[in-house]
Nanobody
Framework: QVQLVESGGGSVQAGGSLSLSCAAS????????MGWFRQAPGKERERVAT????????NYADSVKGRFTISHNSAENTLYLQMNSLKPEDTAMYYC???????????????WGQGTQVTVSS
């Protein structure tokens, strides 16, 4: 099992930037895909960005393309999400996840962090 701990959330005005981090520990060698998900009150969970660790291939939701960047530092075993040009609709609880072998298969993510809140005001 992989343990995940997010940090870096907070409040920012529209147009601003935030950087999220997710420190991973445990059986991380079994982790092929890692990703960031978000869930706003009253809305379904949304897959924001994923990265396939072996190749570095990334994938983004259309709503964040060109504004968010996912990256992974293997030496630090840390996943990052750089969020620029933030919009009020980006407001949500953001979760780090791991465990999937197919990055687009949401149900394959078996390990989840506790979440970090991002609030964007207009």
């Amino acid at each position: 099992q992989v343990q995940l701990v997010e940090s870096g959330g907070g409040s920012v005005q529209a147009g601003g930037s935030l950087s999220l981090s997710c420190a991973a520990s445990g059986y991380t060698y079994r982790t092929y895909c890692m990703g960031w998900f978000r869930q706003a009150p009253g809305k379904e969970r949304e897959r924001v960005a994923t990265i396939y660790r072996r190749t570095g291939i990334t994938n983004y939701a259309d709503s964040v393309k060109g504004r968010f960047t996912i990256s992974h530092n293997s030496a630090e075993n840390t996943l990052y999400l750089q969020m620029n040009s933030l919009k009020p609709e980006d407001t949500a609880m953001y979760y780090c996840a791991a465990g999937a072998t197919i990055c687009a298969s949401d149900h394959e993510y078996t390990d989840w962090g506790q979440g970090t809140q991002v609030t964007v005001s207009s």
